[in-house]
């Protein structure tokens, strides 16, 4: 069964820094986009960062110049560093990616979620 497992949410001062990583398991045969979303509370799920397989990388205009979202193909992994973090950052951050694994004798394609990580920056 796939799973997307996050890490490195926690707290920071605004300025200050962190990095997310993505951890997607179990049998998979190719891992396509993977992105990084964010929830604040009582706001709608956004995307932060996006990043194709063989590197291609898309940005919201809110993050543009502060993180960077890069992978490592060989581990199935997705990081999100996150430099100047403002308040504004604070929100629960999920990973998504779009793969490919077994499913009933056949190969699937389908998005995954991660179950989030949260992030707070305080003022």
């Known amino acids: 069964q796939v799973q997307l497992v996050e890490s490195g949410g926690g707290l920071v001062q605004a300025g200050g820094s962190l990095r997310l990583s993505c951890v997607a398991s179990?049998?998979?045969?190719?891992?396509?986009?993977m992105r990084w979303y964010r929830q604040a509370p009582g706001k709608q799920r956004e995307l932060v960062a996006a990043?194709?397989?063989?590197?291609?990388?898309n940005y919201a205009d809110f993050v543009q110049g502060r993180f960077t979202i890069s992978r490592d193909n060989a581990k199935n992994t997705v990081y999100l560093q996150m430099n100047s973090l403002k308040p504004e950052d604070t929100a629960v951050y999920y990973c998504?990616?779009?793969?490919?694994?077994?499913?009933?004798?056949?190969?699937?394609?389908?998005?995954?979620w991660g179950q989030g990580t949260q992030v707070t920056v305080s003022s």
């Open positions: 179990g049998r998979i045969f190719n891992i396509n986009d």
């Open positions: 990043i194709t397989d063989i590197g291609n990388t």
């Open positions: 998504n990616a779009d793969l490919i694994a077994p499913r009933n004798g056949f190969a699937v394609g389908r998005d995954y």
